[in-house]
């Protein structure tokens, strides 16, 4: 609440400093209630209205005015604490990378460093209408056009003020009907909002997040990939993004969010605005101990001169005074001859003793005087210290986004491999069930092959035992011919008259591959329809 009211407390002073009722701009912060159904946006409105036209120059800008109020807005955001506000250059620096990345373009630190070297002395910082101008011209933006550079504002407006984590495009799945929609997702400190389109303009619900909320990613289904679900209390949430990497960053921006409420933290660029408040409060404590310390020698070094100067008045009042003793001796030269001599010793032993004490205070002046030097020595070696901590802080940065990009692909890589692992056993187990049918189809025909064997054996023991019962009719039949053949030429040979009545002509016998036939035509046929039946019943 304390943030939020030092916020307030620089946007009223723009339309006091506007209306010139106070040039001091100063507000009681006790004087000031905010409510929590407070509009701050609104009041910035309110306050840009009063201010801009007595104080936006008249030059044409790059951005409209629209954007010029955001800047306006993000530079109460990052101003400094005291009145007339201002922004140093470390926040200037911060803001103009900030928009550098949202246009995709290259940071151009030497640029700055440039342009911090032309910087005036006597000023601090920018006043809020010198940066809108900073950014209007496009002094670091060239190449940009206004839509860019429009879109890379209005990014860093709804990440820094409106406190907007995370936003896109995703697909939600209903509690009701089941159907998925695609939504608008803006992620906050402690909600996500969803709305019908980016414009922000019909809201359809929110997914409030605390310390009880968790995410985790779901395989995919209902031909729906790179879901993942937001568990709370009361309600599960089903969403789908656009591609793996969306998928990815989404799941990481709300786990952070939830751990930073389960910490009590505050959002990371405000976060990151206090460390850099609370870095330049303790440079500039150092800068000011260094300062003080320098002022000390400077008034001990003081001191030192003006003892020195007392000791050389010694020795010119010395020297008068030994002038005036010359004098007196040479008027009175012959009474005191004697004390003359006593006197002009001892003032040859003051000016001994006075001498060296003026090459002792001259000694002691050098080693102050070298202790100086060492202090502005000390001075410059401190300052290089501080480059080289700067320097190895972006080193640092630079490190850090690489890891962060690493980690992505290898979590790429690894669900593809997981995703390889769960095809290769999809087709193992496919592999195994065939192979249990082919099994179970080669035991049927096995079975089959082994009843049909056993039919083959029956039939050829039947067979034998149909040959065996032909050679019997035969030799029956052989008999019974030979006795008929004698009968009939014992009757011709005594009778010869009678007609013997001959059996009549036999049906030709069938003939079969194992030889002739022990049986008829219909019992062959009788014979096949059983063993097409038993063929057909297996």
């Known amino acids: 609440m304390g943030g939020l009211k030092d916020e307030l407390l620089k946007t009223i002073w723009h339309a006091f400093t506007a209306l010139d009722l106070d040039h001091s701009g100063k507000v009681s912060k006790s004087q000031l209630k905010v409510q929590d159904n407070f509009d701050k946006l609104e009041l910035n409105r309110m306050c840009w209205t009063l201010c801009v036209k007595k104080n936006l120059t008249k030059s044409p800008l790059?951005?409209?005015?629209?954007?010029?109020?955001?800047?306006?807005?993000?530079?109460?955001?990052?101003?400094?604490?005291?009145?007339?506000?201002?922004?140093?250059?470390?926040?200037?620096?911060y803001l103009l990378k900030k928009l550098t990345d949202a246009m995709g373009g290259v940071w151009q630190q030497e640029?700055?460093?440039?342009?911090?070297?032309?910087?005036?002395?006597?000023?601090?910082?920018?006043?809020v209408w010198e940066l809108i101008e900073l950014v209007g011209t496009g002094q670091f933006s060239k190449g940009m056009d206004r839509q860019t550079v429009s879109m890379a504002i209005n990014e860093v407006f709804n990440e820094l003020i409106l406190d907007v984590l995370k936003q896109g495009y995703m697909m939600k799945k209903g509690h009701k009907r089941k159907n998925w929609t695609e939504r608008?997702?803006?992620?906050?400190p402690n909600m996500i909002s969803y709305y019908v389109s980016?414009?922000?303009?019909?809201?359809?619900?929110?997914?409030?997040l605390d310390e009880n909320c968790c995410v985790e990613s779901l395989p995919d289904k209902d031909g729906k990939k790179c879901l993942f679900l937001i568990k709370c209390l009361d309600k599960t949430f089903e969403i789908s993004a656009s591609d793996k990497k969306k998928k990815q960053e989404w799941i990481q921006a709300i786990h952070s969010t939830i751990h930073l409420l389960k910490l009590g933290s505050p959002p990371p660029h405000k976060e990151a605005r206090q460390s850099r408040r609370e870095r330049r409060k303790k440079l500039l404590a150092e800068q000011e101990e260094l300062e003080r310390q320098m002022k000390e020698l400077q008034a001990a070094n003081e001191n030192k001169q003006r003892e020195l100067e007392a000791v050389r008045k010694k020795l010119e009042e010395a020297a008068s005074r030994a002038a005036e003793e010359e004098k007196k001796r040479l008027e009175t030269q012959v009474e005191l001859q004697a004390r003359f001599s006593t006197e002009l010793e001892r003032e040859?032993?003051?000016?001994?003793?006075m001498e060296e004490q003026v090459?002792?205070?001259?000694?002691?002046?050098?080693?102050?005087?070298?202790?100086?030097?060492?202090?502005?020595?000390?001075?410059?070696?401190?300052?290089?210290a501080l480059e080289d901590e700067r320097q190895a802080r972006q080193d640092e940065?630079?490190?850090?986004?690489?890891?962060?990009?690493?980690?992505?692909?290898?979590?790429?890589?690894?669900?593809?491999?997981?995703?390889w692992h769960l095809e290769q056993q999809q087709a193992i187990e496919m592999t195994e069930?065939?192979?249990?049918?082919?099994?179970?189809?080669?035991?049927?025909?096995?079975?089959?092959?082994?009843?049909?064997?056993?039919?083959?054996?029956q039939l050829e023991l039947e067979r034998k035992q149909a040959l065996e019962q032909y050679e019997g009719v035969k030799k029956k039949l052989e008999m019974a011919t030979s006795k008929t053949k004698s009968w009939k030429d014992k009757v011709a040979q005594h009778e010869g008259l009678i007609r013997l009545i001959e059996p009549g002509s036999k049906n030709p016998q069938l003939i079969t591959h194992w030889g002739p036939a022990a049986f008829t035509q219909a019992e062959l046929e009788e014979r096949e329809k059983s063993w097409k039946g038993k063929k057909g019943t297996e």
């Open 198 to 208: 980016e414009d922000l303009k019909d809201k359809k619900g929110d997914i409030v």
């Open 348 to 353: 040859k032993l003051i000016r001994q003793q």
């Open 397 to 419: 940065e630079t490190v850090r986004k690489l890891q962060a990009r690493l980690l992505e692909e290898e979590s790429s890589k690894r669900a593809e491999l997981e995703r």
């Open 111 to 127: 640029q700055f460093e440039d342009y911090k070297v032309n910087f005036d002395d006597g000023k601090d910082g920018l006043s």
């Open 359 to 384: 090459a002792q205070k001259s000694c002691e002046l050098e080693q102050y005087l070298q202790r100086v030097q060492e202090l502005e020595d000390m001075y410059l070696k401190l300052q290089e």
């Open 433 to 457: 069930a065939e192979k249990q049918e082919l099994e179970n189809q080669r035991i049927m025909k096995e079975r089959a092959l082994q009843e049909a064997m056993a039919q083959l054996e």
């Open 62 to 93: 790059l951005i409209e005015e629209e954007d010029s109020f955001k800047v306006w807005v993000i530079f109460n955001f990052l101003s400094e604490d005291k009145y007339p506000l201002i922004i140093v250059p470390e926040e200037i620096e």
């Open 184 to 188: 608008w997702f803006v992620l906050k």
